[in-house]
Structure formats: structure tokens, C-alpha cells
């Protein structure tokens, strides 16, 4: 009988960016990518203030978010674009 290999095809791991907000303390922002607010509402955003760059991190859940659900996390950035934590 002759083996076959099949190769294994990696999905493409969510990333998201989280910023810090520079007017609300502990307060933090997760958008899919570097720089782009496009899809979060603009009264969000002068609430937030100037987005403070914290981290870049992969949703694979290799690494636990500390004060959020993975899951809620991965289907706010998915349906609106955006997850905001508050504290």
C-alpha cells in the first residue's frame, strides 16, 4: 500500500493592535490593523483620544489577553472592526 502525504495548510492567524487610550486611564483599543480606525465610530474616538500603540498580538491564543475574552475579542474585531476594553 503506498503512503500519501498530504501537506498541512496553515490558516492565516488573526492579528490585532491594541492601543492605549491617552484620556481614559486602563482603557484600551483592538483594532485588526496598525493605524486603521476606519471601521470605529468617531464619537468612540474623540472619547479615546490619541491612540497610544501598546502591542501588536496574535489571536491564536497561544497568549492570554489579560482583562478580555479571546472569543468576544475575536468576533468584535470580525463584526464591527473594533473591541474597546474598559476597566
Do not use: H
Amino acid at each position: 500500500m503506498r503512503q500519501v502525504t498530504i501537506p498541512l495548510i496553515q490558516s492565516k492567524s488573526m492579528f490585532c493592535v491594541i492601543y492605549r487610550s491617552s484620556k481614559r486611564d486602563q482603557t484600551y483599543l483592538y483594532v485588526e490593523k496598525k493605524d486603521d480606525f476606519s471601521r470605529v465610530p468617531e464619537a468612540l474616538m474623540k472619547g479615546f483620544g490619541q491612540p497610544q500603540l501598546a502591542m501588536m498580538l496574535p489571536l491564536d491564543g497561544r497568549k492570554k489577553l489579560v482583562n478580555a475574552e479571546l472569543e468576544k475579542v475575536k468576533q468584535a474585531l470580525s463584526e464591527q472592526g473594533y473591541y474597546l476594553q474598559l476597566p
